[in-house]
């Protein structure tokens, strides 16, 4: 891009320049794409390689869904491979491109439509992150599960529980508060996770 | 799913040498020499209709017949051209004028000939001829034009299977007042544009599922 030109028309100048560009890349594809139809393959790979970007920013305009775009530039190169004996190079190689693009993307959009009619999307709302904050609902559920079954525990198993995990004590701190001796806390510890894994472990099949 | 430069890796190993399609019109042409290969053939195992002189030296006749026949023309053209990626789809309105005129003929005669309609001398019992008539250009016309526009099945194929129905109907219909005999218009009606219209309606329906069926032979 000249300076010179600017200060007339910028605007004006950047459309010329970008027609003329893409003119010129249209004659280079012309060239490749008559190459190809003859066998030469890597005039081909070199046009599949340079439209593929442009198929992008076209399908990217029209198709709603980013994870979408992707398809739909595939599906163009595709169906450009499968009907390129239809490609005349005396005619201009950029109205049979994007008339082909265009068509394979709104297909693409209606497949998509009839799909998406019996589908919910996953917004962001729905998406659950590995972060545990994120699936709040989910543990508060389960904690008060747990501290239902805390609550259905014997006098003796609820209180070792509630001491030695609950408040973090150690096995002193728990016999010094509750006046049981370590081994019948340490037994009433054991006897007590059992029990919750049985109640909590029988809660799951069941549901 | 696989990734686009891989894609393009398979694509670009699969490509042999392709042959060029001809120009659409060229290739319509051909399609249509080989309706007049159909209709010699069937002039020389089926007899002329017996009255043919006759009728030629009638004016509604003759543009009846030219209308359908060149109706038949253009649709064809008029596919072949759709059936390219990038040609107008304006195209589609080409066999429009014809098909117009076509239409009046045959709604003149039947307007003409409406008194001569009594329930008593209706002609039918012809109708095997006439059915067989229909089938035997019908069936490998549409075949042949399936065939020639197959790629058209990636594209366009509802815009081209209607045209092609069209082309297929009219070069039929034609077919069927040169050789068959037909003195009340009601049935020309029914019979030429009857199946005109099930010919589009057929295409228009079913030509994604036909061309995509087609295409992976």
Not at chain 2, 177 to 183: L, R
Request: with cysteine.
């Amino acid at each position: 891009m000249s300076s010179g030109q600017s200060s007339r028309g910028p605007a004006l100048s950047l459309v010329k320049e970008r027609s003329a560009a893409r003119s010129a890349h249209e004659l280079d594809w012309s060239i490749y794409m008559a190459r190809a139809q003859d066998g030469d393959r890597e005039a081909y790979r070199r046009l599949l390689e340079e439209i593929t970007p442009y198929l992008r920013s076209l399908a990217t305009r029209r198709v709603p869904n980013r994870s979408d775009v992707e398809d739909a530039v595939q599906d163009a190169l595709v169906t450009i491979h499968a009907v390129r004996h239809t490609y005349d190079p005396a005619r201009p190689f950029g109205p049979w491109l994007v008339a082909i693009a265009n068509r394979r993307i709104v297909d693409g959009l209606r497949r998509r439509g009839r799909t998406g009619a019996r589908e919910t999307p996953l917004d962001a709302e729905h998406e659950t992150f590995a972060a545990p904050e994120a699936n709040y609902h989910e543990a508060a559920s389960e904690a008060r599960a747990l501290r239902e079954a805390v609550e259905r525990l014997p006098l003796g198993q609820r209180e070792a529980v509630r001491l030695l995990k609950l408040k973090e004590m150690s096995l002193k701190e728990a016999a010094a508060v509750s006046g049981m001796t370590v081994a019948a806390l340490k037994v009433a510890t054991h006897r007590a996770l059992k029990t919750l894994r049985k109640m909590l472990g029988r809660q799951d099949r069941r549901t | 799913m696989i990734t686009t430069p891989d894609l393009i890796e398979s694509l670009v190993a699969n490509s042999p040498p392709v042959r060029r399609l001809r120009p659409p019109v060229a290739r319509a042409l051909g399609w249509l020499l080989f309706a007049a290969l159909m209709l010699a053939l069937l002039a020389v195992s089926h007899d002329l209709r017996p009255d043919l002189a006759l009728r030629l030296q009638q004016p509604e006749f003759v543009i009846g017949i030219a209308a359908s026949l060149a109706t038949g023309v253009l649709a064809a053209i008029a596919s072949f051209l759709l059936s390219i990626p990038d040609r107008s789809r304006v195209w589609l309105l080409l066999p429009l004028p014809a098909l117009f005129v076509w239409v009046s003929t045959i709604g003149y005669g039947c307007l003409v000939n409406w008194v001569s309609l009594q329930p008593g001398n209706m002609p039918f019992g012809d109708e095997a001829g006439c059915f067989a008539l229909l089938v035997l250009t019908g069936v490998p016309l549409s075949l042949a034009m399936l065939i020639m526009l197959r790629h058209a099945a990636l594209l366009a194929p509802t815009r081209v299977a209607i045209s092609g129905g069209l082309a297929v109907a009219a070069v039929t219909a034609t077919a069927l007042s040169i050789f068959h005999n037909h003195d009340a218009s009601a049935i020309i009606l029914i019979w030429n544009f009857g199946t005109a219209v099930l010919l589009v309606a057929l295409g228009g329906l079913t030509g994604r599922r036909i061309f995509s069926w087609i295409a992976q032979r």
